[in-house]
């Protein structure tokens, strides 16, 4: 089950240009809006508003810099979506072996023993 | 459609396909795999609602198409018709390997599409094959490296 917070998470990296954002945000750390706007082939209102929601999700932040405003990536909350997203595929890998478990179990005990083999 | 989205996991098992359908259709199978109870009929738009412990959540069948493919939504909001956008989807594929073995794939999709334009859409299944969580597993080792020690 996700929460609403989850939510907004997923949306936020799903789209492949804030995604962009994202990764140079993440790689380079300590950057501001007109240094990504020269990075990516979109135009730095588009920069802007990625950075909005991004912020909103709580994968970066922004703090001053002097006179400019510099972005960061909010490590803890990224490690949280990776651990929930880790859990959603280990529930499955444990459901799936449920499901093989009594798939086989009801498969033998209707299939009669085949005499040698 | 959902290649690479998300979540996708499965599983290789000896039984037919036949069989394996009944165990993931049947209320008194998915009990022991999935929910605690679970009431649910499967068949194509049926309402069913599935109790985890003392949580539970509304489940609204898609696909019914025995033995190959089965596709539900849940986790939407409450009162809601669930659809892309507001749910994640979640589908089994079942794919005979011989007479009596079965490949049983899963994926869990979700927002991810939510109120794309179909060339949006296509650009992301494109060049995202890796999914989420090898996206948020590469950013995090990433970080990792980044960060000081």
Redesign the interface.
Known sequence: ??TPAD?EL??A??D?SR?RV??LV??N?DVSASWLADRVPFSRQAVAKHLVVLERAGLVSRRKRGREVVYQ?Q?DR??R??RA??E??AQ??Q??????R???A??AA?TPAVPGG | MTSGLVIEREVVIEAPAEVVWRTITEPDQISQWFADRVDLVVEPGAHGYLQFGDQGGSVVVETVDPPRRLSFRWNYPAGEDPVTGNSMLVEFTLTPEGAERTRLRVTESGHELRDWPGREKQRYADEHREGWAEYLDRLASVLADRRPR
């Open positions: 089950m996700t939510d997923w949306s990296i799903a492949p995604r994202l990764d993440v790689s750390g990536v490590a990224l490690d979506a990776t997203m880790a959603l595929a499955w890998d459901r799936l072996a449920t499901i093989k009594l798939a086989e009801a498969h209707t």
